[in-house]
């Protein structure tokens, strides 16, 4: 089924009103670019709940949207779900944000993006902190990033465990990473344990990138406090970042002559303005729907790095194994 376009305001709906799709609901309910027709969820308690919230109609089956005339959705379900979901919308004519990772394999994920380009529709993926005003801040500085230092870890939250922290939480920084690189990767050396869950809750990886860059990337959901961090070295320049609290320090070689040997240093602090960065992301994501447009994170930004998941994952599984480790970083059958 395929729509008038010639709408100004776009019928959106979001499937999986839990955790993260509640914000999605609640962003598309406050858009002038869009009018919420529907939530979708597997616990109809949920979806009335978010229904009443925000004054639209609730549903547990995602396949009466077209009916409903609704031309783009968020696909905020658990990970597993993701391709089902995703793959029937947009060949029934609906374009699609689909949530972090993109789907569970990077078989599937290429799948969505060939269904995308056959019946022609928007495939966005929820990599959110390309929206991040603190990661746009740093982007506009960099040139030519030679060397990261990547830190995100967080408490352990109860949620998002059907997955282990590489897809959960470390492919945040494995794409911002791959994006600003730009270059395919040559190799990977990655350790991890399970220490909550019967997953991969910390995990440390060193990708080496052709060209030379490198980035090590710690990802943690088993810490007592949260820390998102990057710090990034190029020719003459070090950036150091802090996500949570938006404060961005550039160290640049000056000028002025060097005193016994040690050159110059001149820093730069700022602080970067707050915004949201989900109501960003669903507006780049409604602008790209009304104007036919590449979205600003395509399907093969997420197939990209489903890929380079994959390869940490393996580097794990393999240092595990060495070990005698016996639980898996990937787990064979994840249940919705």
């Given at each position: 089924?395929?729509?008038?376009?010639?709408?100004?305001?776009?019928?959106?709906?979001?499937?999986?009103?839990?955790?993260?799709?509640?914000?999605?609901?609640?962003?598309?309910?406050?858009?002038?670019?869009?009018?919420?027709?529907?939530?979708?969820?597997?616990?109809?308690?949920?979806?009335?709940?978010?229904?009443?919230?925000?004054?639209?109609?609730?549903?547990?089956?995602?396949?009466?949207?077209?009916?409903?005339?609704?031309?783009?959705?968020?696909?905020?379900?658990?990970?597993?779900?993701?391709?089902?979901?995703?793959?029937?919308?947009?060949?029934?004519?609906?374009?699609?944000?689909?949530?972090?990772?993109?789907?569970?394999?990077?078989?599937?994920?290429?799948?969505?993006?060939?269904?995308?380009?056959?019946?022609?529709?928007?495939?966005?993926?929820?990599?959110?902190?390309?929206?991040?005003?603190?990661?746009?801040?740093?982007?506009?500085?960099?040139?030519?990033?030679?060397?990261?230092?990547?830190?995100?870890?967080?408490?352990?939250?109860?949620?998002?465990?059907?997955?282990?922290?590489?897809?959960?939480?470390?492919?945040?920084?494995?794409?911002?990473?791959?994006?600003?690189?730009?270059?395919p990767l040559e190799r990977v050396e990655a350790v991890g344990t399970p220490v909550l869950t019967d997953c991969v809750d910390i995990a440390n990886a060193r990708l080496t990138f052709q060209g030379g860059a490198i980035a090590n990337v710690t990802a943690s959901r088993a810490a007592f406090a949260s820390e998102r961090t990057i710090r990034v070295f190029q020719k003459e320049v070090y950036i150091s970042l802090d996500y949570e609290k938006k404060k961005m320090k550039i160290y640049r070689k000056g000028n002025r002559p060097s005193i016994g040997g040690i050159p110059s240093i001149e820093k730069d602090e700022r602080k970067i303005k707050d915004a949201d960065a989900l109501?960003?992301?669903?507006?780049?994501?409604?602008?790209?729907?009304?104007?036919?447009?590449?979205?600003?994170?395509?399907?093969?930004?997420?197939?990209?790095?489903?890929?380079?998941?994959?390869?940490?994952?393996?580097?794990?599984?393999?240092?595990?194994?060495?070990?005698?480790?016996?639980?898996?970083?990937?787990?064979?059958?994840?249940?919705?």
């Amino acid at each position: 089924m395929y729509f008038d376009w010639s709408f100004s305001v776009l019928k959106s709906a979001v499937v999986g009103v839990g955790y993260l799709g509640k914000y999605h609901a609640e962003k598309y309910a406050k858009s002038k670019e869009s009018e919420l027709l529907a939530v979708v969820d597997k616990d109809f308690s949920v979806a009335k709940d978010r229904a009443k919230k925000y004054r639209t109609q609730a549903f547990v089956d995602y396949k009466v949207l077209p009916e409903l005339g609704v031309q783009c959705a968020s696909v905020a379900s658990s990970t597993c779900s993701h391709f089902e979901i995703a793959s029937w919308l947009l060949s029934n004519g609906v374009d699609v944000l689909v949530e972090k990772p993109v789907a569970t394999t990077v078989e599937e994920a290429r799948e969505l993006c060939e269904i995308a380009r056959k019946h022609d529709r928007i495939l966005q993926v929820g990599h959110l902190e390309r929206f991040n005003p603190a990661f746009r801040a740093m982007k506009e500085v960099l040139t030519d990033p030679q060397f990261f230092e990547v830190r995100r870890i967080a408490p352990f939250k109860g949620r998002g465990h059907d997955v282990d922290v590489v897809l959960d939480l470390m492919i945040h920084d494995i794409d911002i990473v791959a994006h600003l690189v730009g270059r395919p990767l040559e190799r990977v050396e990655a350790v991890g344990t399970p220490v909550l869950t019967d997953c991969v809750d910390i995990a440390n990886a060193r990708l080496t990138f052709q060209g030379g860059a490198i980035a090590n990337v710690t990802a943690s959901r088993a810490a007592f406090a949260s820390e998102r961090t990057i710090r990034v070295f190029q020719k003459e320049v070090y950036i150091s970042l802090d996500y949570e609290k938006k404060k961005m320090k550039i160290y640049r070689k000056g000028n002025r002559p060097s005193i016994g040997g040690i050159p110059s240093i001149e820093k730069d602090e700022r602080k970067i303005k707050d915004a949201d960065a989900l109501e960003d992301e669903i507006s780049a994501f409604l602008f790209a729907v009304k104007h036919r447009s590449q979205p600003v994170v395509t399907g093969e930004d997420g197939v990209r790095a489903l890929e380079l998941a994959d390869t940490i994952l393996d580097s794990i599984n393999n240092s595990l194994a060495a070990t005698n480790f016996s639980s898996p970083a990937k787990p064979s059958n994840l249940v919705a």
